[in-house]
């Protein structure tokens, strides 16, 4: 089952958009016609990511930590509905 989050990409300040949740990826997807086009569909394969750490500065920040090195930051704005879809 999918699940819609609102949320913002940190990369280069804020890029609003949503984030899909299903039970093989996480997709994080933008209509801004200015960011790159490596983050417009951005998908991230549960099975590469290595951690999902958070912190709190006004909002709540998702790091997902993939197993290439990446790292991926969103501020998402229902934290603990996420945690919940995501560990199901």
């Known amino acids: 089952m999918k699940s819609y989050f609102a949320c913002s990409l940190c990369h280069n300040g804020l890029?609003?958009?949503?984030l899909i949740v299903d039970e093989n990826t996480i997709t994080y997807k933008t209509g801004k016609?200015?960011?790159?086009?490596k983050y417009s569909n951005l998908k991230l394969s549960r099975n590469s990511i290595k951690n999902?750490?958070?912190?709190?500065?006004?909002?709540?920040?998702a790091t997902f930590e993939m197993?290439?090195?990446?790292?991926?930051?969103?501020?998402?704005?229902?934290?603990?509905?996420?945690?919940?879809?995501?560990?199901?």
């Open 52 to 61: 999902l750490s958070w912190k709190r500065i006004v909002f709540p920040i």
């Open 15 to 18: 890029l609003g958009g949503g």
């Open 67 to 88: 197993k290439d090195g990446e790292k991926y930051s969103f501020m998402i704005f229902n934290k603990w509905r996420f945690i919940k879809v995501y560990n199901l």
């Open 33 to 37: 016609i200015t960011a790159d086009k």
